[in-house]
């Protein structure tokens, strides 16, 4: 009798057990990709207020480096934002927000937006 209530009873809260983990790992890599945004964010304003600084000394050379290195921030393509130290466990919110590009595409394809 224990094993068919274990079989019968538990179906429905292991399922939700799993929806709520896949949400909470699609949040958790929505939240890592938004970090590393704001991160890059803040480092292109400080490089750009350091240009504006070195132009006001009338160092132009520094501040064309300062520039071309904010230049090279915004061209850095999103992936490499979520390459932090975190070893196997990164490799695993790529893959989850790799997973979450997927769903968006396709959801905006299937309701014709985009």
Known sequence: EANKELLSN???????SASRL?????AD????TMHGMVTACR???VLLERSRRQAAL????ASLD?????RTCLTAPISSL?????????????????????REAAR???SGVG
């Not at 009338?58 to 050379?61: G, I, Q, V």
């Open 82 to 102: 979520l390459f932090v130290p975190g070893g196997l466990d990164n490799l695993v919110n790529v893959a989850a927000y790799n997973t979450i590009l997927a």
């Open 10 to 16: 538990t179906g429905g809260a292991m399922l939700d």
């Open 29 to 32: 890599a929505r939240a890592r």
């Open 108 to 110: 905006s394809r299937g």
């Open 58 to 61: 009338s160092r132009p050379k």
């Open 22 to 26: 896949e949400a909470s790992r699609n």
């Open 43 to 45: 480092r292109v304003a």
């Open 66 to 70: 300062a520039v071309d290195e904010a």
